[in-house]
């Protein structure tokens, strides 16, 4: 008898997203955190706020470095096994960085433990897509999500007040001990999988799954969805801080901070995205995530604090419904080189975060915010442009791998 995946009346199915949103908290608590301190960290060490940021691109620099890879690991050993080796030596790498004796060090501790990092993101959704069935991937996927925006708030709400109050070391070292426990959650919970076994796969079957990947052009503007949208959002939150903190707002480092609490909008709009999707279809909750992004961010150029919180609360939950859309649709419209399709996504993703989010603190240091966001909303109506052109639009347009998912 063939087996479908497992359903949400299932305990296993319950165990699989507690225990993946366990791992979305230790993988973007590590990830991010310093994002959460980025005026403190720059001066800590006397540096200029594009090289403070460069503490969380290199990071996302070593994920997009290592998804492809970590997708071969995956298929030789079985995805499941890839990410325990993945969160354990983060995790180790995650400690290491707190200690880290200079900014040199701690740039080249952050790579490697973004390479770390990458196994999780890289493996997720596609870890889904083999043990979930096929008519619930949609809402499983958008529930990891939501885990990894919980995982991104938390990593930044305890970095960032702790770094005003005891210095940033003390603050990264307690991210890490959280992430420890986070991880302990993941290895526990997760069950025996029954979807995928290991195919030895060897450098051939990954190079084909590329090209598959790479001959559909809905794929890659699904891609340039994630680069170019992930890009934009970490810029904003990158440099938010800097301003708030600065003469127009003259906030406290412990207050400031406390943007990234915005983040639970992402929390919701992620879970709310598994039920769109069937009702409206993927490219107009698509389009109308990015919209909203950039209308969030047109909000945050207001001299009102409450108006600019609105403006985030905005730019993230569109994002973030934009981004839930796209990573499931990619897994759920490849035909061949599913590991290789979901993996090239995250390529982009976090390619957008460490450039994009890098440059455009040049930008703010040479023109302002007004700069930061007239670049984050041309970079969203790029995307749109994008989405419309080639991305399709019926809702009765799965697929052909996966004709009864959820996600239209």
């Known amino acids: 008898m063939s087996w479908d995946g497992h359903l949400p009346e299932s305990r296993e199915y319950r165990r699989i997203l507690a225990g993946l949103g366990a791992a979305g908290i230790a993988t973007f ?5 310093p994002q959460g301190l980025l005026p403190t960290l720059a001066r800590g060490l006397g540096v200029s706020p594009a ?31 890839a990410m325990q080796v993945a969160i354990v030596a983060s995790t180790a790498l995650g400690v290491l960085v707190a200690l880290a004796p200079n900014l040199e060090v701690l740039l080249a501790l952050r790579l490697v433990e973004g390479m770390a990092l990458g196994g999780l993101p890289a493996l997720a959704v596609t870890y889904l897509h083999d043990e979930v069935h096929a008519g619930h991937t949609a809402s499983a996927a958008a529930a990891y999500i939501s885990g990894t925006t919980i995982g991104g708030a938390t990593g930044r709400l305890v970095a960032g007040p702790l770094a005003g109050l005891v210095g940033w070391r003390p603050a990264l070292l307690t991210v890490a001990v959280v992430c420890a426990l986070a991880s302990v959650v993941f290895l526990r919970l997760m069950p025996r999988p029954r979807g995928y076994r290991p195919s030895g796969a060897t450098v051939r ?7 598959a990947s790479l ?22 939150y990158n440099y938010l ?26 929390t919701v709009s992620s ?33 009102s604090l409450p108006l600019v919180v609105v403006g985030l609360l905005a730019l993230t939950a569109g994002f973030f419904a934009a981004h839930a859309t796209a990573s499931a649709w990619v897994g759920a419209r490849a035909t061949t080189g599913r590991a290789q399709a979901t993996a090239l996504y995250n390529v982009a993703y976090y390619s957008g ?3 994009v989010g890098w440059v455009l603190g040049y930008a703010w240091s ?24 080639a991305l399709p639009g019926t809702r009765d347009a799965p697929s052909p791998s996966r004709v009864a998912d959820a996600v239209r």
């Open 353 to 355: 975060s460490a450039l």
């Open 215 to 236: 001959r559909d052009p809905a794929l890659i503007a699904l891609y340039v969805q994630g680069a170019l949208l992930m890009g934009g959002f970490v810029a904003v």
């Open 51 to 81: 090289d403070a940021a460069l503490s969380v691109s290199v990071a996302t620099l070593g994920v997009a470095l290592a998804v492809l890879p970590w997708s071969w690991v995956a298929d030789r050993m079985g995805r499941l096994r």
């Open 241 to 266: 801080a800097f301003r708030l903190e600065g003469p127009e707002f003259s906030l406290p480092a412990t207050v400031g901070s406390l943007i990234f609490a915005a983040y639970a909008a992402g």
């Open 366 to 389: 040479d023109r302002g915010w007004p700069a930061v966001v007239a670049s984050v909303v041309g970079l969203a109506a790029a995307a749109l442009t994008v989405a419309v052109a």
């Open 205 to 211: 079957t990954v190079a084909d799954g590329m090209r």
């Open 29 to 33: 608590a590590q990830l991010y955190s």
């Open 271 to 303: 879970r709310l995205t598994g039920r769109l999707v069937p009702r409206l279809g993927r490219r107009r909750v698509l389009v109308g995530g990015t919209v909203t992004m950039a209308a969030g961010a047109v909000l945050t150029l207001a001299g």
